[in-house]
């Protein structure tokens, strides 16, 4: 099937940046085969406090927005933290570049965009595909971290992780690092939940 000049760039553009992005991360992962991922971080506040308290883990945020990224990284540097990656990225071409090598020891979603909108659904970064990448990441034991002021988001993700066959809620659980957001700060409650790969 033959496709449009237009469709034909945003392929190469997207070539591209999976090439520059793997180039990155080959870099930053050199000798790591470990990490705490955190999708969609923001300006890089949590991420930040989780590293600079467990120097000893690797930690990785992402985020679609330039600015907030550079937000991250100017934290890091002022921090001298090691540890600590900040990508600029979207979600599906990170997991795809991401060296085969790496583990999760955790994934963290915070306050992620609900896309509340029947219709724009699919947007939501908590989809069964998304759930399945994470778990052949992630060794038993690991754990996946949400939390969501948005109740019908929070119960669409307790929902996906209910019916994954390698994910299990454990109600007991403690949320792994308490540190207010830029987005925590915004609002009025918030919902969380924890699972294990099973």
């Known amino acids: ?27 930053a992962f050199e000798g790591v085969n470990r990490i705490l991922f955190e999708a969609g971080c923001g300006h890089g506040h949590w991420l930040t406090s989780y590293a600079e308290e467990n120097l000893e883990q690797s930690c990785v945020g992402i985020d679609l927005i330039s600015w907030r990224i550079r937000k991250g990284l100017d ?7 090691q540890n600590l990656h900040f990508f600029k990225a979207d979600l599906g071409e990170f997991l795809e570049v991401l060296p085969e090598r790496i583990r999760f020891d955790m994934t963290v979603l915070l306050f992620p965009d609900p896309w509340p909108k029947a219709k724009h659904h699919r947007r939501r970064m908590v989809q069964a595909g998304f759930l399945d990448e994470v778990a052949r990441r992630t060794d038993l034991g690991g754990r996946f971290c949400f939390r969501s002021d948005d109740l019908p988001y929070y119960e669409w993700t307790v929902e996906h992780l209910q019916a994954h066959p390698e994910w299990e809620i454990d109600t007991a659980a403690e949320w792994p690092h308490e540190m207010e957001t830029y987005f925590q ?6 919902h969380s939940v924890v699972a294990h790969r099973v």
């Open 75 to 81: 934290k890091r540097d002022k921090r001298q933290l």
């Open 1 to 27: 099937m033959e496709i449009s000049a237009a469709h034909a760039r945003e392929l190469e553009k997207q070539t591209e940046r999976k090439a520059a992005l793997k180039v990155e991360c080959s870099a």
């Open 185 to 190: 700060e915004l609002m009025d409650g918030y």
